[in-house]
Nanobody, 121 residues
Framework: QVQLVESGGGLVQAGGSLRVSCTASGRTFSSYRMGWFRQVPGKERELVASINWNGDSTYYTDSVKGRFTISRDNAKNTVYLQMNSLKPEDTAVYYC??????????????WGQGTQVTVSS
């Protein structure tokens, strides 16, 4: 069992930066691919970024490429999402998720509780 706890959300002005973190319980963090999703009311949750077990492979959805950076520290059981040049349309609840071997992002194995990110114009 893995528990994921996000932190670092908040309110920021457009053009600003924010870093959200997700810390996992358990000893098997490094065996999971980690991802950040976001969701706004009335829309489906979308995968924003993901990272493989050792950090040498990442994915970004087109709307955040060049602005967001996902990273992980396996010694700290933590994955980060650095968000720069934020736009009002980045406003959402951000969730981290863990996917084990053979699991795709349509159904991650574990979810965090979410953290609100609000970007004001």
């Amino acid at each position: 069992q893995v528990q994921l706890v996000e932190s670092g959300g908040g309110l920021v002005q457009a053009g600003g930066s924010l870093r959200v973190s997700c810390t996992a319980s358990g000893r098997t963090f490094s065996s999971y691919r980690m991802g950040w999703f976001r969701q706004v009311p009335g829309k489906e949750r979308e995968l924003v970024a993901s990272i493989n077990w050792n950090g040498d492979s990442t994915y970004y959805t087109d709307s955040v490429k060049g602005r967001f950076t996902i990273s992980r520290d396996n010694a700290k059981n933590t994955v980060y999402l650095q968000m720069n040049s934020l736009k009002p349309e980045d406003t959402a609840v951000y969730y981290c998720a863990a996917a084990g071997r053979g699991t795709n992002w349509a159904r991650p194995d574990y979810w965090g509780q979410g953290t609100q990110v609000t970007v004001s114009s």
